[in-house]
T-cell receptor, first 110, second 113 residues
Framework: DAKTTQPPSMDCAEGRAANLPCNHS???????VYWYRQIHSQGPQYIIH???NNETNEMASLIITEDRKSSTLILPHATLRDTAVYYC???????????FGAGTRLFVKA | DAGVTQSPTHLIKTRGQQVTLRCSPK?????VSWYQQALGQGPQFIFQ???????QRGNFPDRFSGHQFPNYSSELNVNALLLGDSALYLC????????????FGDGTRLSIL
């Protein structure tokens, strides 16, 4: 499974869009990109995933570059409750192992 | 629709003891993975169970073992506990061996004295 690189922390103003980058330059063609977040004292929460097309759901949007070497998670209107550690993960279809990095600690400020 | 449930939520043990943690997967899920999360770090993969067999294992010693039952629930056993085993133990479930995402429980906080 490919490794990912994320900034250790980011700030965002409440109501503004939060754009969280992730570098996965060694990603293989059959590896999906997944995003999770973890709020203090809770288990990681699934947000979104994609292979090569941009994806959107009720929580966020995922933008994957054409060469698939990086991606951006977009929270369109960040709230204080979005303060959490965000993990970007790549995993092969049917792969058993999920490797978490250190993630990005997002602080949403009023 | 109940999500992933883990028990107990907190546990205190002493060095050398043995512990069993339990996980019930989300309804419709048949694959269970276990992770260890030390304070301030990301979760580390321990192993995954599918069709009652251990499919892949992370870099953890044999003191860590598991089991999956016919109803897809799972147990994590840790023998000869060390102080360094103090962590949050997370269970995640998913459906099948495809690109479906894992769903996590809130974990068991294990403290070793």
């Amino acid at each position: 499974d490919a490794k990912t690189t994320q900034p250790p922390s980011m700030d965002c103003a409440e109501g503004r869009a939060a754009n969280l980058p992730c570098n996965h330059s060694t990603i293989s063609g059959n590896e999906y990109v997944y995003w999770y977040r973890q709020i203090h004292s809770q288990g990681p929460q699934y947000i979104i995933h994609g292979l090569k097309n941009n994806e959107t759901n009720e929580m966020a949007s995922l933008i994957i570059t054409e060469d698939r070497k990086s991606s951006t998670l977009i929270l369109p209107h960040a709230t204080l409750r979005d303060t959490a550690v965000y993990y970007c993960i790549v995993r092969v279809t049917g792969g058993f192992k999920t490797i978490f990095g250190a993630g990005t600690r997002l602080f949403v400020k009023a | 629709d109940a999500g992933v449930t883990q028990s107990p939520t907190h546990l205190i043990k002493t060095r050398g003891q043995q512990v069993t943690l339990r996980c019930s997967p989300k309804s419709g899920h048949d694959t269970v993975s276990w992770y260890q999360q030390a304070l301030g770090q990301g979760p580390q993969f321990i192993f995954q169970y599918y069709e009652e067999e251990e499919r892949q294992r992370g870099n953890f010693p044999d003191r860590f073992s598991g089991h999956q039952f016919p109803n897809y629930s799972s147990e994590l056993n840790v023998n000869a506990l060390l102080l360094g085993d103090s962590a949050l133990y997370l269970c995640a479930s998913s459906r099948g061996q495809n690109n479906q995402p894992q769903h996590f429980g809130d974990g068991t906080r294990l403290s070793i004295l």
